[in-house]
T-cell receptor
Framework: QKEVEQNSGPLSVPEGAIASLNCTYS??????FFWYRQYSGKSPELIMS????GDKEDGRFTAQLNKASQYVSLLIRDSQPSDSATYLC?????????FGKGTRLSVIA | NAGVTQTPKFQVLKTGQSMTLQCAQD?????MYWYRQDPGMGLRLIYY???????DKGEVPNGYNVSRLNKREFSLRLESAAPSQTSVYFC?????????????FGEGSWLTVV
C-alpha cells in the first residue's frame, strides 16, 4: 500500500511569516509530486508540481523535493489569511495519485 | 472547475437505496477517477478508468460500481447505500504529460446516507 504522510495540524503562523508544510512518501519509484490547496467545502486546486530533486519557486510558494529521503515540502512566504486552508500532498507515477490526509494551515492576522 | 462536471451536488439517501453519480469531462482526457473524502482521511481512490472501456479498483471499491460509458463520461453507482458511504465524492481527470499530469477535479458531490 503506497502511503503519503502529512502532519494533520493545525499549523498556525502569524501573517507575514513563512509556513512550512511537510510530506513523506513510501513508494521509491514515485515520479511526480504535487501540492493542492483545499478550502472548506471546495474541491482541491493545484498550487505546485515538482518532478526533480531541488527547489521550485512560483511566486510566494516554493516546493522542495528530496527523493533520497522520500520527502517533499512546501514553503509559503509572506503568509496571508487567505492562505488558510488544508494543503494536500499528492504523489504519483504511472498509477493514480495517492493523497496525504492534508495539513490544516491557519494564518493569524 | 473547468472541464470536469459532476452531478448531483447534494443528495440524501435512505439506507438501501441506490443512486448514480454522474461525471463528464470535456478535455479529451483518457483517464478518469472517482475519489471519496472523509474528515481526517484525505482523498481515497474508489475506482479509476485509464481509458475508454477499462476500469480498475482503487483503495476503497467495496459497495461501488462504475461505468466508463465513453471517453467523456464516468459514472459511480451505489447499489445499496450504507451510512458508511456518507462522504464527499470527487470525480477527477488527469491531464496530459504537457500539463504535468495534474488532476482536474469536479466540484464535488455531498452524499448523506441516513
Amino acid at each position: 500500500q503506497k502511503e503519503v504522510e502529512q502532519n494533520s495540524g493545525p499549523l498556525s503562523v502569524p501573517e507575514g511569516a513563512i509556513a512550512s508544510l511537510n510530506c513523506t512518501y513510501s513508494d521509491r519509484v514515485s515520479q511526480s509530486f504535487f501540492w493542492y490547496r483545499q478550502y472548506s467545502g471546495k474541491s482541491p486546486e493545484l498550487i505546485m508540481s515538482i518532478y526533480s530533486n531541488g527547489d521550485k519557486e512560483d511566486g510566494r510558494f516554493t516546493a522542495q523535493l528530496n527523493k533520497a529521503s522520500q520527502y517533499v515540502s512546501l514553503l509559503i512566504r509572506d503568509s496571508q489569511p487567505s492562505d488558510s486552508a488544508t494543503y494536500l500532498c499528492a504523489v504519483g507515477g504511472n498509477t493514480p495519485l495517492v493523497f496525504g490526509k492534508g495539513t490544516r494551515l491557519s494564518v493569524i492576522a | 472547475n473547468a472541464g470536469v462536471t459532476q452531478t448531483p451536488k447534494f443528495q440524501v439517501l435512505k439506507t438501501g437505496q441506490s443512486m448514480t453519480l454522474q461525471c463528464a469531462q470535456d478535455m479529451n482526457h483518457n483517464s478518469m477517477y472517482w475519489y471519496r473524502q472523509d474528515p481526517g482521511m484525505g482523498l481515497r481512490l474508489i475506482y479509476y478508468s485509464a481509458s475508454e472501456g477499462t476500469t480498475d479498483k482503487g483503495e476503497v471499491p467495496n459497495g461501488y460500481n462504475v461505468s466508463r460509458l465513453n471517453k467523456r463520461e464516468f459514472s459511480l453507482r451505489l447499489e445499496s447505500a450504507a451510512p458508511s458511504q456518507t462522504s464527499v465524492y470527487f470525480c477527477a481527470s488527469p491531464g496530459t504529460p504537457n500539463s504535468g499530469n495534474t488532476i482536474y477535479f469536479g466540484e464535488g458531490s455531498w452524499l448523506t446516507v441516513v
